[in-house]
């Protein structure tokens, strides 16, 4: 699953090659730099393309011939996943929790980093670095004390709420580092001007500040459900039986029908599609979004 990320980083760097492999003085790379980015798109994408055309080969022929093309090419292992219903309860559990973690990381992140980029008050930039902080605390630190707090204290052990919360919690230190220069550049005129007009801090925002930041928040929100959606710790601790979630999915039919390797095969492919295109859908945005949240 993991696997879903790195391969849209690398289609999205074969996109983008002719407009970033420009020196400053406006010269194309070299063969060199060509080379070795094409040598890291099929290092990138060479798992992930072993495993989706594993999905279409027998058993038999990925014993024979491990590195091989599909002879003849077989449909069934991924008919046989997709007319599983526990595939497609686990992919409707994956994109609930993964719709929760993202509609919290994108309003909960506004609506902290707006009054830390527009707003001066003592200890401000003292309470931005504690987020910024937060980037170097995985939940793995974590994740015992958020174990008993989910199951024991807020009694959403097994929900996609359980599941959700925490995940924005983790979430959300990139979430304001990302939307915090987006907010710092909008001219302080605007919010003059907007003033002077009868709106005020709640119009500002609502009407000038959420329509301004669009790119930051399709980014923090993509990145957000990308991590959702590939999520394994969090879900393995607090969810079972039907409430799991297509990572868990993935493991638990690998263990079931470990001898099927074809299966697990086209199993792993089904599961990691919908978040690469989702990714690849959006990857414009969220450059543009990441190139916006450096300048500014």
Excluded at 3 to 13: L, Y
Excluded at 190 to 212: K, N
Aim: proline share 6%; aromatic share 12%; charged share 10%.
């Amino acid at each position: 699953m993991n696997a879903v990320p790195k391969a849209a980083r690398a289609v999205t760097t074969t996109h983008t090659s002719r407009r970033l492999f420009k020196s400053s003085n406006g010269h194309k790379a070299g063969p060199f730099t060509y080379f070795m980015a094409i040598l890291l798109a099929c290092v990138t994408l060479g798992p992930v393309s072993f495993a989706v055309l594993g999905g279409f080969r027998s058993n038999a022929q990925l014993a024979e011939n491990p590195a091989g093309l599909p002879d003849p090419w077989i449909l069934d292992n991924y008919q046989r996943v997709i007319t599983s219903a526990s595939f497609w309860q686990y992919a409707l559990n994956s994109t609930i929790i993964a719709l929760l973690t993202t509609a919290m990381v994108v309003t909960f992140g506004m609506m902290a980093a707006y009054p830390l980029a527009r707003f001066n008050f003592k200890h401000r930039e003292k309470i931005y670095m504690i987020f910024v902080a937060g980037l170097l605390f995985p939940a793995t630190v974590a994740i015992i004390p958020l174990f008993i707090l989910i199951n024991k204290d807020l009694n959403l052990g097994n929900t996609w709420l359980g599941v959700a919360l925490p995940q924005a919690a983790f979430a959300l230190p990139m979430t304001i580092v990302i939307l915090r220069p987006f907010l710092q550049a909008i001219p302080k005129e605007i919010e003059e001007a907007s003033t002077l007009d009868g709106a005020g801090r709640l119009g500002f925002f609502g009407r000038i500040v959420l329509p301004l930041s669009g790119p930051g928040m399709v980014t923090t929100g993509v990145l957000a459900f990308v991590a959702s959606w590939n999520g394994y710790l969090l879900p393995l601790l607090l969810l079972q039986g039907d409430m799991k979630t297509l990572p868990l999915g993935v493991a638990d039919f690998s263990t079931q029908y470990s001898s099927d390797t074809a299966g697990v095969f086209a199993f792993t492919t089904l599961s990691m599609i919908p978040a690469l295109i989702f990714f690849l859908t959006m990857q414009n945005k969220i450059v543009n979004g990441l190139q916006g949240a450096v300048k500014g």
